[in-house]
């Protein structure tokens, strides 16, 4: 048996009947979750408090409830975890396929990476490719912490993570015995053939095998650069209306906008009294706030309209008739959207018996549910509960 053969089970497919199986998404929709600063600070106190680990980790993951098993993340696809590192200490090297987004949020320190020494200071990032060996080390005076967020749940979820502890030397390529690549019995004489008129074509295996390698360095993005720029950004008032922030970019991700293939991140500033229009996306995010004091409605809309459904849900006659309708001011801010929430109660209002309601003239069927309507920055979304 050679290195590549695994023993595995016996195990059969099976068939799954979906005839005429209407559409329809089967995703659970994680709630937005609060991890407050006493918490973080509680757990940076934990981790600086235990004996160093041999392998100098001293490490925490932050984890969503609804995450999997085989797949600790804090969104479906994003890891977040917490690092600490005391004055004089490091960590072993340590390398894995997945990328990484680096935020210094206390002390300073230096990373090991690719090759590379980067110097990082407090509220800095950088970014770590994929399979890149690297090391962290404080030798500054104060403990150092770090967030990183990374693909890894991806991977687990593919079941092809792939860590590794003091990996022992970095990759080279696979050297090709005398004559390998040149001998003609390994190319296709017929090379790359067009099919069709739209552009398709036939790729022969040689080429296939060996794609154009797209170099991803580390970059850093010292806070004391960002925030330079930042301010600028601050210093034009309401000459500017967009938002304040700048996207760290990786030339390398080309036109999908990342700091990695598989990360965007962004540095936000937001002067008082600005509230941004409300947007939306499939992707999910993290926001680790550092100053100042503000809310994010995601997580208070949540909040809000949970409380009004266990409110109401508490008192059964109630809540047998009761029909819980939160309108919102459409393109408003969404503060004041929250503050003008109406909880209306609606009786039976035809013959059928059914409950319904009349609202931008749709009328929205009721039965002993509660309606939440809300249009956030034009969008209409309609849940039931
Ligand atoms: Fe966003």
Request: with cysteine.
């Amino acid at each position: 048996m050679n290195d590549f053969r695994k023993a595995f089970q016996a195990l059969h497919g099976s068939f799954v009947d979906r005839a005429g199986h209407a559409a329809h998404d089967a995703n659970t929709y994680w709630a937005p979750i609060v991890v407050t600063k006493a918490e973080i600070d509680a757990e940076v106190e934990r981790l600086a408090s235990l004996p160093l680990p041999a392998n100098g980790r001293r490490e925490s993951l932050i984890v969503h409830p609804l995450s999997e098993e085989n797949a600790p993340g804090f969104a479906p696809g994003i890891q977040v975890k917490l690092s600490v590192l005391k004055p004089g200490e490091k960590s072993a090297a340590f390398r894995h396929n997945a990328t990484e987004v680096n935020f210094c949020i206390r002390g300073s320190g230096a990373t090991l990476v690719a090759g590379k020494r980067i110097a990082f200071a407090q509220y800095d990032v950088w970014n770590h490719p994929s399979y890149a060996a690297y090391r962290h080390l404080n030798d500054g005076k104060d403990l150092q912490v770090r967030l990183t967020y990374s693909n890894v749940p991806l991977l687990q979820h593919m079941q092809v993570y792939l860590p590794e502890d003091e990996p022992s030397v970095d990759l080279h390529p696979v050297e090709e015995p005398e004559g390998g690549a040149a001998d003609p019995r390994r190319k296709s004489p017929y090379g790359m053939i067009r099919i069709g008129a739209d552009g398709g074509m036939l790729m022969p295996y040689e080429i296939l095998i060996n794609p154009e390698a797209v170099v991803s360095k580390p970059l850093h993005f010292p806070w004391k650069e960002v925030k330079r720029e930042l301010d600028k950004l601050e210093a034009l008032g309401k000459d500017y209306v967009g938002r304040r922030l700048y996207m760290m970019y990786n030339p390398v991700t080309g036109r999908t906008n990342g700091i990695t293939p598989n990360f965007f991140a962004t540095m936000t500033i937001r002067p008082p009294k600005i509230v941004d229009r409300p947007h939306r996306h499939v992707s999910a995010a993290i926001n680790y706030y550092f100053q100042g004091t503000g809310y994010s409605t995601v997580a208070a809309f949540e909040a809000f309209v949970t409380g009004i459904v266990a409110r109401v849900q508490a008192n059964p006659a109630l809540w047998a008739k009761t029909a819980i309708i939160v309108t919102t001011d459409e393109g408003g801010a969404v503060v004041s959207d929250i503050r003008q929430a109406g909880v209306f109660r609606q009786d039976s209002d035809d013959t059928s018996g059914s409950l319904s309601l009349r609202h931008r003239d749709r009328r929205i069927p009721l039965q002993r549910r509660v309606i939440v309507d809300a249009a956030i920055g034009g969008q209409h979304s309609t849940v039931a509960m």
